[in-house]
């Protein structure tokens, strides 16, 4: 049961976690994927679909950048609209935890 938690709290955080990231500077799918790994647990595979979800909702746009090391990185930006959705959700993010704070130190 207590898995069951963490998989359902990691999904619905996932959209503001990769706008968190994508909110301090572009980035390409991989590090976004490593980032989310190592800060949340996340795995890799569910990041590109959000991505493309991202990018069809004009939260995010792309660019292609030539890679020594193998083929053309894609990389994510913010648009204004993501910039102005990650500054909602961080609002109802914060509003929401403190909320769950207060009921959990209630339950002393």
Not at 24 to 49: F, K, Q
Not at 74 to 94: N, Q
Request: aromatic fraction near 8%; hydrophobic fraction near 35%.
């Amino acid at each position: 049961m207590a898995d069951s938690i963490q998989v359902q709290l990691r999904k619905g955080a996932l959209d503001l976690c990769v706008l968190a990231v994508l909110s301090r500077g572009e980035s390409y799918g991989y590090e976004i994927a490593s980032t989310l790994v190592a800060a949340v647990g996340m795995g890799e595979g569910t990041i590109y679909p959000l991505m493309r979800r991202m990018q069809n909702d004009g939260l995010v746009a792309t660019r292609l950048v030539e890679s020594s090391s193998g083929p053309p990185r894609k990389y994510y930006c913010l648009t204004p609209l993501g910039k102005k959705v990650f500054e909602a959700h961080r609002s109802d993010w914060r509003s929401f935890t403190q909320s769950v704070e207060t009921l959990l130190e209630g339950e002393k």
